[in-house]
């Protein structure tokens, strides 16, 4: 299994996810398999771990383990996998390390990065149709501002989608370079690198519908749990982070508490830490990834 990527909160994700060292567990989010390794290291031979993830690259980091199965897949079809995998009852905890991989930022050809010169892509599955230079030069004005906006909470995100598309009139905008020319007038001194951070995450998540699949995830792994099963999330921006609360609250990404007869929640988990698990200092030294990322810990209603 090749060393791509650092795992963060590597011991409190898992330590966190496993009840019983024979339990079934679901990493929805391989990557470089740190965290499936990890839970690996910790099951019994009676163990087992399901895996999934879209990057062709993560895939070719399985290791040769019996205990697991890796899947190739978006992770919100999780529930119809775990059924398949024969689990129609639930399995006993699901985790997933939201984001980008370190590999991911790291290859320049994947386009994730402005710290490179590459084609603007920033696909997780190289076999999606959509990529971020058709974002760029195929969106009209005002849908670039709303994701702009949205997704990436990029401040002049109006002037930013009109700066594109004014630069797109005179050639198509293909690369890194080609988009860091379009909006340079635009970026703040001293803090051009911040700003870019927040334009590529915006077409990311665009890009591959991150959203959507995190919604769908949210809802597929409460109904994957089996009563009493842990979900143990990492995120790293506000957006994913206020959803991921907000359907452990309610069981809905709107934070929407629903009430029954007896005026009980109706929300499939409960929260078992109150506040967001956060990186050691230590950690954030030794891996600049950690910086923002909170760890989110729920239980299935018995």
Same mark, same amino acid.
């Given at each position: ?119 603007? #892509?920033?696909?997780? *599955?190289?076999? /999606?149709?959509?990529? $971020? ?7 009209? =004005? &005002? ?116 009430? #029954?007869?007896?005026? *009980?929640?109706? /929300?499939?988990?409960? $929260? ?7 990186? =050691? &200092? ?21």
């Amino acid at each position: 299994m090749s060393e791509y990527h650092i795992p963060v909160l590597l011991d409190e994700s898992v330590s966190a996810l496993i009840s019983s060292t024979s339990g079934i567990y679901a990493d929805a989010t391989f990557g470089g398999g740190g965290h499936t390794g990890e839970i690996l290291r910790r099951l019994s031979p009676e163990g087992r771990v399901i895996s999934f993830d879209r990057d062709s690259d993560a895939i070719a980091n399985k290791p040769d383990d019996p205990r697991l199965t890796l899947i190739r897949s978006d992770f919100r079809w999780i529930h119809n996998h775990i059924i398949h995998q024969g689990y129609p009852e639930g399995i006993d905890g699901v985790l997933a390390d939201l984001g980008v991989s370190s590999h991911q930022f790291d290859t320049a050809e994947r386009g994730f990065s402005f710290r490179y010169e590459a084609p603007l #892509d920033m696909r997780m *599955n190289r076999e /999606a149709q959509m990529t $971020a230079a058709d974002i760029v030069n195929g969106y009209e =004005q &005002e849908d670039l501002e709303k994701i702009l906006k949205i997704y990436g909470e990029v401040d002049n995100s109006r002037r930013i989608a009109q700066m594109i598309c004014k630069a797109r009139e005179t050639s198509r905008i293909e690369t890194t370079t080609d988009l860091g020319k379009a909006i340079e007038g635009a970026l703040p001194k001293f803090a051009e690198h911040k700003f870019l951070a927040k334009v590529y995450q915006a077409l990311r998540i665009e890009v591959n519908q991150e959203m959507k699949s995190l919604e769908k995830f949210l809802s597929g792994a409460a109904k994957a749990l089996r009563p009493g099963g842990n979900l143990v999330v990492i995120t790293y921006h506000s957006l994913e982070d206020r959803m991921v609360k907000n359907f452990i609250k309610a069981g809905n990404i709107e934070g929407k508490v629903e009430k #029954d007869f007896y005026g *009980n929640s109706t /929300a499939p988990l409960k $929260a078992v830490n109150r506040k967001p698990i956060l990186p =050691q &200092e230590s950690e954030i030294s030794a891996n600049t990834r950690a910086r923002s990322a909170k760890l989110r810990i729920a239980q299935k209603e018995e």
